[in-house]
């Protein structure tokens, strides 16, 4: 049955015979169930596995044989999961006090966080760096998100790009206007049609400055119009549909500044009282205008 068991009924059936061989039989084999369960479950069912995996193993042998289940999971879960695997991971060694472990756990995952929308994970590794690292691990990290927020500001600039060119102005999901152009750019070239990119040049280069606008103001994603609203303009962008902040460039980098100061205030804070409780640790002299 096992064997057998379609993917949709496999977790439910998985579950079942790792709890016979946990009451009846042994516990290595009650774990080796639940291992070839992260392999035969839904998707989306994987992370939850892989949670009671960990949990079981732990309890039985201890934190550190749970290191080659986090790897394993880090390679076959779900891109939009292995953060939340990461976290748990880079926790766990923490813990356990291999900060050189964990710090290469967040490097890793990073490439997956959009420091726009994953903002719980980047304060986690910031708390991390505050505790356990120094200025130039710092400066390390921030060096980091800047280069994983222009990464992911790239595929959005390419994919508000490709959607443009098509010239249909209900278009709602860029990626899929971007994909369909794609499809039509190969046609073309195919038959012997393909266009020059002159005008594509021009074109990307006079909307560069909206998209960057759109990329730096605030964004309240909404799927309708529902009335104007002060200090922002209804539209498509780069960061989907929904009202974006109507403001120059010059005022978003000026409130940039302001934000960097706070957060350089803030921490100063955060290291006197660090300091205070240990005032062996290393002191940390934060260099923040970088990531402004």
């Keep these: 049955a096992v064997e057998k ?16 061989e946990e009451e009846h039989g042994l516990a290595r084999h009650a774990l080796s169930i639940y291992n070839r369960a992260t392999k035969a479950v839904e998707e989306k069912d994987m992370y939850d596995m892989y949670t009671i995996l960990l949990r079981k193993t732990a309890e039985l042998f201890g934190q ?26 880079a926790k766990m060694e923490t813990m356990l006090g291999e900060v050189d472990r964990a710090r290469a756990i967040y490097v890793h995952a990073s490439q997956f966080c959009d ?25 390390d990290m921030l060096r980091i998100k800047r280069s994983v927020q222009a990464m992911f500001a790239q ?3 390419n994919a508000t790009d490709i959607a443009a060119e098509g010239g249909e102005e209900d278009v709602l999901d860029p990626m899929q206007a971007a994909e369909a152009k794609l499809r ?11 266009q020059g990119g002159d005008a594509k040049r021009q074109r990307v280069t006079s909307d560069a400055g909206t998209a960057r606008k759109e990329l730096m103001g605030q964004f309240e994603p909404t799927e309708t119009f529902s009335g104007p609203r002060k200090g922002y303009v209804f539209k498509l962008g780069v960061k989907g549909l ?5 403001a120059s460039v010059a005022e978003m980098e000026a409130r940039s500044r302001r934000e960097a100061e706070q ?6 804070e955060e290291r006197a009282q660090a300091k205070e409780s240990n005032p062996e640790e290393i002191e940390l002299d934060m260099d923040l205008d970088e990531e402004a």
């Design 5 to 20: 068991v379609p993917a949709k009924h496999g977790r439910r059936l998985h579950m079942l015979y790792a709890r016979l």
């Design 64 to 89: 550190t044989r749970t290191r080659e289940i986090y790897d394993q999971a880090v390679e076959n879960l779900p891109q939009e999961r292995i953060k939340d695997c990461c976290m748990r991971y």
């Design 115 to 139: 420091p726009r929308r994953e903002e719980e994970y980047w304060k986690m590794w910031r708390g991390f760096e505050v505790q356990h690292g120094n200025e130039d691990t710092f400066r």
């Design 155 to 157: 595929v959005h600039f």
């Design 184 to 194: 039509s750019e190969e046609e073309r070239k195919r038959g012997g049609g393909a």
């Design 242 to 246: 929904g009202y974006y902040e109507d």
């Design 263 to 268: 957060e350089r205030q803030a921490l100063q």
